[in-house]
């Protein structure tokens, strides 16, 4: 039976990164992940090696349109998250002005 990566985190004010509002602007918004659901194990591990995991925040730079992906930078690297990878992750909604050094995962 599957469960999450970090499983056992109170997840009840955690929103799905595929829930994120579309970014249009220049400015990223920030997400840090809570919870990685495993229901598929080759996304997990293909997310995992993205370095999408519980306690990492990632950039959210904008959604493209008509059901393209979400580019978020991670570790400054830009990425395209596709809606069914984004869908297994779960967390918090920083806001625009996030400063990486005043959180810890």
Known sequence: ???????????????????FPD??????SWFRV????????AALRHLG???VRPGVVLAVERHDPFGG????RIDD???????PLT????GDVLGDDHDLDEETP
Do not use: F, K, Q, Y
């Not at 690297?77 to 809606?83: E, N, Q, S, V």
């Open 1 to 19: 039976m599957p469960n999450d990566c970090g499983a056992g985190i109170d997840t009840a004010s955690a929103v799905r990164l595929v829930t």
């Open 23 to 28: 970014r249009t602007g220049s400015a990223a």
């Open 34 to 41: 809570r919870r990685v659901s495993d229901r598929d194990s």
């Open 49 to 51: 090696e993205l370095g």
């Open 69 to 72: 992906p979400l580019w978020v």
């Open 77 to 83: 690297r830009p990425c395209a998250l596709g809606i």
């Open 87 to 90: 869908r297994l992750v779960h």
